[in-house]
């Protein structure tokens, strides 16, 4: 799996957007970004997957910069609820679907 | 439908003790995996089971195994228990097969494990 990296930490007001960045600058042309996030001493949470095309569901956008070397997850209204350790994960599809090798992912703080 | 189910969720065991810990996944997923997190070493992967066999390992001694049941349902167990086995044990589901969903893991919320 292709190394990826994170900012340790970031900031973010309540209801602005949350950009945060990951850095895959060897991914392979059948690797897949994926984002995960923890609340504290809950179990991770899958956010969103992408291959090479910007993707976008009820929780975050994802969008993955044509060279496919670095994405960024949008959290557009971000909450405090969003206050997380978030997690990008560069991974092969299909197969054996585990050992996914989590980082140290970015802590988000969503402040008032 | 319901989650990830795990087992006890709070524990403590004492030095030399064993201890085994249980997941029940999803409905319809057939691929458990499960992780220890520590402060120290963050969340490592430790071993999926698919089909009652063991398909990938991580790099954890002898003392940690497990299995999984012809339901699906996993159990892993830690003998000879160290204080440095305390930690947040988590396990996953998620589909087997082809495709980018396959790396969608569902998580529980884990098993505190405390060694004294």
């Known amino acids: 799996d292709a190394k990826t990296t994170q900012p340790p930490s970031m900031d973010c007001a309540e209801g602005r957007a949350a950009n945060l960045p990951c850095n895959h600058s060897?991914?392979?042309?059948?690797?897949?970004v994926y984002w995960y996030r923890q609340i504290h001493s809950q179990g991770p949470q899958y956010i969103i997957h992408g291959l090479k095309n910007n993707e976008t569901n009820e929780m975050a956008s994802l969008i993955i910069t044509e060279d496919r070397k670095s994405s960024t997850l949008i959290l557009p209204h971000a909450t405090l609820r969003d206050t997380a350790v978030y997690y990008c994960i560069v991974r092969v599809g299909g197969g054996t679907a585990s050992k996914l090798t989590f980082g140290t992912g970015t802590r988000l703080q969503v402040t008032l | 439908k319901a989650g990830v189910t795990q087992t006890p969720r709070y524990l403590i065991k004492t030095r030399g003790q064993q201890v085994t810990l249980s997941c029940s996944p999803i409905?319809?997923?057939?691929?458990v995996s499960w992780y220890q997190q520590t402060p120290g070493q963050g969340l490592q992967f430790l071993f999926e089971y698919f089909s009652e066999t063991q398909r990938n390992k991580g790099n954890f001694p002898g003392r940690f195994s497990g299995r999984q049941f012809s339901n699906s349902r996993s159990e892993m167990n830690v003998s000879t228990l160290e204080l440095g086995d305390s930690a947040l044990y988590l396990c996953?589901?998620?589909?087997?097969?082809?495709?980018?969903?396959?790396?969608?893991?569902?998580f529980g919320a884990g098993s505190r494990l405390t060694v004294l």
């Open positions: 996953a589901s998620s589909l087997y097969g082809q495709g980018s969903g396959a790396n969608v893991l569902t």
């Open positions: 060897t991914i392979s042309g059948n690797e897949y």
């Open positions: 409905s319809g997923h057939r691929s």
